[in-house]
C-alpha cells in the first residue's frame, strides 16, 4: 500500500499522511437533543474554582513541569489539583466534575505531548491552559482552529520550567468577558465535533467527530483522484 492515510490520537506533524482525530471521552451523544442539553448544562454550570488540574508528578522525568504547577496549584486558593497517583482520576465522573467545576484546567505534556484530559476539559467548558503546542496546536487541523486563542491560552512550558511565570497569578489577570468567550466558543462551535456519537445516533444538526473526520479524508481523497 503507497502513501496510507493514518488516522491517530497523536501524530506527527511533518509525516503528511499522519491525521489527528481526538481522543474519545465520556459523552457519546445519541441525539441533537443530547448535545443540546449538555451545552446549557455547561453554560449555566457554577464555576467554583478558577483552576484545576487533575495529574500527576514526573520524578522520572526532570523536564517535566508537572511539579512546579502542583507546586503553584497547591499553594493558591484559587486552584484545586486532583492527584491521579492515587487512583482518584480513575473514575471518569470524578475528573468530569472537577472540569465542570472550573473556568481552566492545566494540561501539561504527560508521557506524551497529547492528552486525553484536554478534550474531557473541552467538552466540560474548561478553557484548556497548553504548555506546549504539540499538546494541541499541531495535532488536530479538521477539529481544532488555527487560532488557538479563540479556545485556549498558552504558557511556554520553559516560561514555567525557569520560573519565569506564576501559572495561577496569570490566568488571574484574564478579564471574565475574555473568559466567557472563550467558553461559549468552546461549547456552541467546539464541543458538538469533538464528541463521537453513539453508534445508534441520529445526528442531523450537528456534525461529530467521526463524520468530521470522515468527511474531509473523503474530500481528500477526492482531490488527489482528481
Not at 13 to 18: E, M, T, V, Y
Not at 48 to 69: M, N, Q, T, V
Amino acid at each position: 500500500m503507497q502513501n496510507p492515510v493514518k488516522l491517530l490520537i497523536e501524530r506527527q506533524p511533518w509525516h503528511l499522511n499522519d491525521i489527528g482525530i481526538p481522543h474519545p471521552t465520556f459523552f457519546h451523544p445519541q441525539s441533537d437533543n443530547d448535545i443540546t442539553k449538555w451545552q446549557l448544562k455547561l453554560l449555566n454550570e457554577s464555576r467554583k474554582s478558577l483552576i484545576s488540574f487533575a495529574g500527576a508528578a514526573r520524578p522520572d522525568a526532570p523536564e517535566s513541569i508537572r511539579s512546579i504547577l502542583i507546586n503553584q496549584c497547591t499553594s493558591a486558593s484559587e486552584c484545586k489539583f486532583m492527584n491521579c497517583s492515587s487512583g482518584s482520576c480513575d473514575q471518569p465522573d470524578s475528573i468530569i466534575e472537577l472540569f465542570i467545576e472550573s473556568e481552566f484546567c492545566l494540561q501539561p505534556p504527560g508521557d506524551s505531548p497529547t492528552r486525553k484530559s484536554v478534550f474531557d476539559s473541552l467538552i466540560s467548558g474548561c478553557i484548556p491552559v497548553i504548555f506546549d503546542p504539540f499538546t494541541a496546536y499541531y495535532q488536530y487541523p479538521w477539529h481544532l482552529p488555527e487560532d488557538y486563542k479563540k479556545y485556549s491560552v498558552f504558557i511556554d512550558q520553559e516560561d514555567v520550567r525557569n520560573m519565569k511565570v506564576n501559572v495561577v497569578d496569570r490566568l488571574m489577570k484574564i478579564p471574565a468577558g475574555e473568559k466567557q468567550n472563550m467558553r461559549r466558543y468552546i461549547i456552541y462551535e467546539l464541543l458538538p465535533g469533538l464528541v463521537y456519537g453513539d453508534p445508534k445516533s441520529k445526528l442531523e444538526k450537528f456534525q461529530d467527530a467521526f463524520s468530521i473526520t470522515m468527511n474531509n479524508l473523503f474530500e481528500r481523497l477526492t482531490r488527489v483522484e482528481l
